[in-house]
């Protein structure tokens, strides 16, 4: 990829705030900068917003929700549908941008985009599939009219990981309910969004229905707008321990809530598995987003009469995995967001070593320019290890031993968190036995990937609060009104 070519995509995008359907640059005349994680050169500056630049993008939000609200559901679907296609037109450029910003293998951006532009196909669908209903009192002396109605302004916090399909996910329902919104994305990842505004309003969002705030100070400018009270509703992805911050906040004025939080899914694999099969799963669950994916698997628990050979298939895959810059031929593994993210890596692969893991292949970061760290597999993982019940986010595979089902599903669910586990079995009833003992949202059973725009996507326990995506996606941005009528 030329360097003009990549200067090209860059310059494309708009680096102020977007505001009531204007680029705007923060009031204090702020920026910061963005960042190449596989080189560590800068990519360009955006504006930096101030909480009072907040203050005006939930003003706008307020200012466009009644006439948006009132816009016919085939007319929001439409927006949605052209939006699908310029997301799916301009697939290259933005997976390129993406992948600049983000540090993920160009075919992995590509992937998203894709994924992406189906929440807002899928969306465009919905919207025209609100329903209420109309029912007689159980007396017969009345009627009730059921309806459901967008619940208004909302606020909108995105992640780094997935910095234009967790976009999509949040503003796809919102359009099609009827909802205005202010939303804000990682300081590492903006461009992916700043992009997507500039699309939504291509393809003929009214001004103010979404408003893009970029700030490198995430607390000090959505606090503020949480306690307003006029936003009624956060939906948020990101970690557990933001997230109950930003429940504690939501409480004040009893703010609609939805929230995808952090993961630690078990990956287990039963001596009756397809081994194969088991192989390619586990490298999907594993290093899609180069394990910086809340779905990502976290723990590997394999039956003791497959695990040798297992943890060898394996290593074989992990080790013959192409590192570099995102935009390098061939590549899957890339740099990971930050040097916060090497160190953390860094740290839970030595605990797990000093507690008795063995390093079958990578087990070290990179020298040299960017953020990188090998694709890694440990064996002999003990269950006190921290990264048995902490989030990795990084290309680490760790294996630890079962010998019964009963065992297996008690250590996957030893963990406060319940997002998505995944289950490698060919007994059809041990399949069920165990898909509905796990403590998660989501299962996948004999596949390795369970995102997908029709399908809910949410967790239990310390994972989160509601779903996004699938026919209840929506709902998560209507009130339910009843009127009751006398005869």
Known sequence: MSASTEAGVVEAVGKELFIGGKWVAAESGKTFPVVDPATGRELCQVADASPADGVAALDAAVAAQADF???APRERGEILRRAYELLMARQDELALLMTLEMGKPLAESKGEIAYAAEFFRWFAEEAVRIDGGYATAPNGSGRFLITKQPVGPTLLITPWNFPMAM????????VAAGCTSVIKPAAQTPLSMLALAGILAEAGLPAGVLNVVTTSDSGGVMEP???DGRARKLSFTG?????RKLLEQCADKILRTSMELGGNAPFLVFDDADLDAAIEGAMLAKMRN???ACTAANRFYVQRGVVEEFSRRLTERMQALPMGRGTEKDVVVGPLIDQNAVDKVTELVKDATDRGAKVLTGGSGVDGPGHF???TVLTDVPQDARLTHE???GPVAPITPFD??????AKANDTEFGLVSYVYTSDLKRALRVCEALEAGMIGLNQGIVSNPAAPFGGIKQSGLGREGGTVGIEEFLETKYIAVAL
Do not use: D, H, N, W
């Open 69 to 71: 609200a009132k816009m």
């Open 167 to 174: 976009g999509t996910r949040k503003i796809g329902p919102a």
């Open 225 to 227: 707008l949480i306690r």
């Open 239 to 243: 970690s557990t321990g933001v997230g």
């Open 290 to 292: 180069i394990g910086e």
């Open 373 to 375: 760290y090998q694709a």
């Open 391 to 393: 989030e990795i986010f």
């Open 404 to 409: 019964t089902e009963e065992e297996a599903v």
